[in-house]
T-cell receptor
Framework: GEDVEQSLFLSVREGDSSVINCTYT??????LYWYKQEPGAGLQLLTYIFSNMDMKQDQRLTVLLNKKDKHLSLRIADTQTGDSAIYFCAERPTGSSASKIIFGSGTRLSIRP | DVKVTQSSRYLVKRTGEKVFLECVQD?????MFWYRQDPGLGLRLIYF???????EKGDIPEGYSVSREKKERFSLILESASTNQTSMYLCASINPAGANVLTFGAGSRLTVL
């Protein structure tokens, strides 16, 4: 079945780069997403990548997609305390309805001074 | 900006009580969702609705029901709350154009004693 996997925790030093990794199982996924959840809040879309792209960059965020290995990563450059949050990877398989957006378990990013 | 509003942010209920969680969106989206979020389990889909009075079961519908009488409002109902329904509940609606981005409410944290 479809599954999205992420490690549960990541700790980085302030100013370093954070790399959050995700693997997915459905090779036909059209869109892959990164959502951010700050404490006490709902999820907010950070960025997404279409399956025919390998990379997408948006300011401090870089998304890399390796379709062969079904691996998605989110790199946050110059990590700040405001980046402390839970980051969810999600995929939408090809031809599926919106109800079939599948989320990973989330990676909790903590920042060390 | 799409806004999804969950009116109850924190609720404490007793076992056996009936619980209503309300969600309202202001962008005329047809599709709305209720997810449950538990640590280490990510988001699990409870129910979704693709139109007024239409609903479909998600992955974990047991113990829940929903109501969609108006397009902008999607309610989650726990007929008889149980302690294992203590969780964070997230409502979302979706923009059907383009990348199918989900917009989430801030969440309703329910504790059942």
């Amino acid at each position: 079945g479809e599954d999205v996997e992420q490690s549960l925790f990541l700790s980085v030093r302030e100013g370093d780069s954070s790399v959050i990794n995700c693997t997915y199982t459905d090779s036909s996924s059209t869109y892959l997403y990164w959502y951010k959840q700050e404490p006490g809040a709902g999820l907010q879309l950070l960025t997404y990548i279409f399956s025919n792209m390998d990379m997408k960059q948006d300011q401090r965020l870089t998304v890399l997609l390796n379709k062969k290995d079904k691996h998605l990563s989110l790199r946050i450059a110059d990590t700040q305390t405001g980046d402390s949050a839970i980051y969810f990877c999600a995929e939408r398989p090809t031809g599926s309805s919106a109800s079939k957006i599948i989320f990973g378990s989330g990676t909790r990013l903590s920042i060390r001074p | 900006d799409v806004k999804v509003t969950q009116s109850s942010r924190y609720l404490v209920k007793r076992t056996g009580e009936k619980v209503f969680l309300e969600c309202v969106q202001d962008m005329d989206h047809e599709n709305m969702f209720w997810y449950r979020q538990d640590p280490g389990l990510g988001l699990r889909l409870i129910y979704f609705s693709y139109d007024v009075k239409m609903k479909e079961k998600g992955d974990i519908p047991e113990g829940y029901s929903v109501s969609r009488e108006k397009k902008e409002r999607f309610s989650l109902i726990l007929e008889s709350a149980s302690t294992n329904q203590t969780s964070m509940y997230l409502c979302a609606s979706i923009n059907p154009a383009g990348a199918n981005v989900l917009t989430f409410g801030a969440g309703s944290r329910l504790t059942v004693l």
